[in-house]
């Protein structure tokens, strides 16, 4: 069950990542696609809003998770 849970999440990740990121970026070769992914990561954690976070960015929501515990 685990396993199904996982590979769910990462196909929704890869999901928004194609649709918010790579989709809208000029990617003339895998080059350039492989060494901005980790700023579409680092976008998409601190700035992307997520309507299950209450939409926040997951990094504003385990903060405010954080402050209130």
């Not at 901005?36 to 209450?54: F, M, R």
Request: proline letters at 6%.
């Amino acid at each position: 069950m685990r396993g199904g849970v996982v590979a769910s999440c990462r196909d929704q990740l890869a999901g928004q990542l194609k649709r918010d990121y790579v989709r809208v970026t000029p990617l003339p070769d895998a080059e350039t696609a492989l060494g901005l992914i980790d700023g579409w990561v680092e976008d998409y954690n601190e700035n992307h809003p997520h309507s299950g976070l209450k939409w926040r960015s997951p990094r504003e929501f385990i903060a405010a998770q954080t402050t209130t515990a």
